[in-house]
């Protein structure tokens, strides 16, 4: 079993390392073109999408090796915060409602109405396991076809409800023999659907381990050539408060307008892209250090109250 466990790490490493490749040369080579658009706005304009497109899929790939690290290393923690089901379910659909026109399918979703709008968990967790299913989804399923998210509550005892979430596609369907594999790390159908689709091959199991953190389960029906239902079960608390999460919050450069940042980076791009957002978004005062002995002396040198806020990398030299 080590043996071929370290078999399959050892075949994904070299998988995932031509799969982070690849982008990451798509998006050097339209910054590239990019510069010889310059005076062109249409080609410039595409060049960039482009090039978010690619960043946006490397960055995925990066963060399902991440969350895979984290989680065999058990430092992966599940939150326990108060969230808006409903909001929770029309940002997905936000998101999913542009993808599905993009890639010609049809999508809905059923039941973001609930009795117990407002519940106790992480929903951010929760978010990443739905968005891991709709992608895979709308991934799957060809031109033409139907990707549904559906949502439905049934009580479960004093307080609490449990949810079921599920995530139905018309697409390709998986054989049986698959199915009993799909949540095991470093796995994909076949080389084939590595080599049209793309991936990490990590994302199930990701949600499977998610799910299984926050003490529900997942599972999943279906047939070659007949589509695939995913279905996530989770037993939640109701939040008692009956509080609007909706409140209007002040516009964002009028709230930090003037605050004082120590912003403190050791790579100089990602120095000078993070003060201008900031600078550009909050209006915040910004402060720099390259690492941290000069952060530490910066902030002790200056008078009590000088920074309203430290940013520094969790791996500052």
């Given at each position: 079993?080590?043996?071929?466990?370290?078999?399959?790490?050892?075949?994904?490493?070299?998988?995932?390392?031509?799969?982070?490749?690849?982008?990451?040369?798509?998006?050097?080579?339209?910054?590239?073109?990019?510069?010889?658009?310059?005076?062109?706005?249409?080609?410039?304009?595409?060049?960039?999408?482009?090039?978010?497109?690619?960043?946006?899929?490397?960055?995925?790939?990066?963060?399902?090796?991440?969350?895979?690290?984290?989680?065999?290393?058990?430092?992966?923690?599940?939150?326990?915060?108060?969230?808006?089901?409903?909001?929770?379910?029309?940002?997905?659909?936000?998101?999913?409602?542009?993808?599905?026109?993009?890639?010609?399918?049809?999508?809905?979703?059923?039941?973001?109405?609930?009795?117990?709008?407002y519940l106790i968990g992480d929903d951010l967790r929760?978010?990443?396991?739905?968005?891991?299913?709709?992608?895979?989804?709308?991934?799957?399923?060809?031109?033409?076809?139907?990707?549904?998210?559906?949502?439905?509550?049934?009580?479960?005892?004093e307080g609490r409800v449990r949810m079921l979430f599920?995530?139905?596609?018309?697409?390709?369907?998986?054989?049986?023999?698959?199915?009993?594999?799909?949540?095991?790390?470093?796995?994909?159908?076949?080389?084939?659907?590595?080599?049209?689709?793309?991936?990490?091959?990590?994302?199930?199991?990701?949600?499977?381990?998610?799910?299984?953190?926050?003490?529900?389960?997942?599972?999943?029906?279906?047939?070659?050539?007949?589509?695939?239902?995913?279905?996530?079960a989770l037993t939640l608390p109701v939040d008692a408060?009956?509080?609007?999460?909706?409140?209007?919050?002040?516009?964002?450069?009028?709230?930090?307008?003037?605050?004082?940042?120590?912003?403190?980076?050791?790579?100089?791009?990602?120095?000078?892209?993070?003060?201008?957002?900031?600078?550009?978004?909050?209006?915040?005062?910004?402060?720099?250090?390259?690492?941290?002995?000069?952060?530490?002396?910066?902030?002790?040198?200056?008078?009590?109250?000088?920074?309203?806020?430290?940013?520094?990398?969790?791996?500052?030299?």
């Open positions: 079993v080590a043996r071929a466990a370290s078999d399959a790490k050892g075949e994904f490493t070299a998988y995932i390392s031509h799969e982070i490749r690849s982008p990451l040369n798509a998006l050097l080579g339209y910054l590239t073109l990019a510069r010889s658009y310059i005076g062109d706005a249409q080609q410039l304009s595409d060049c960039f999408v482009k090039s978010e497109y690619a960043a946006n899929h490397l960055l995925q790939l990066i963060n399902d090796v991440l969350d895979m690290g984290a989680i065999e290393s058990g430092k992966l923690q599940i939150a326990a915060n108060r969230f808006d089901l409903e909001t929770l379910l029309e940002t997905l659909a936000a998101i999913y409602n542009a993808q599905a026109r993009n890639r010609g399918l049809h999508y809905s979703v059923e039941g973001a109405e609930q009795p117990e709008r929760l978010k990443q396991v739905l968005a891991n299913l709709l992608s895979n989804a709308m991934k799957f399923t060809p031109r033409g076809g139907t990707v549904t998210l559906r949502a439905r509550q049934e009580a479960a005892g599920s995530v139905a596609d018309t697409g390709a369907g998986m054989t049986e023999s698959f199915q009993k594999q799909l949540f095991q790390p470093f796995t994909q159908q076949d080389a084939n659907v590595a080599a049209r689709y793309g991936g990490s091959g990590l994302g199930l199991n990701i949600a499977k381990h998610l799910t299984d953190l926050m003490g529900g389960t997942i599972t999943v029906v279906s047939a070659p050539g007949e589509g695939s239902t995913f279905t996530v408060t009956k509080r609007e999460l909706t409140e209007r919050q002040p516009d964002a450069r009028a709230y930090f307008q003037g605050m004082r940042l120590l912003l403190v980076e050791d790579n100089d791009m990602n120095m000078e892209i993070a003060s201008e957002l900031l600078k550009q978004a909050g209006g915040f005062l910004i402060e720099t250090a390259a690492n941290g002995r000069e952060a530490v002396d910066r902030f002790t040198a200056a008078p009590a109250g000088t920074f309203d806020a430290i940013l520094m990398d969790v791996r500052m030299p």
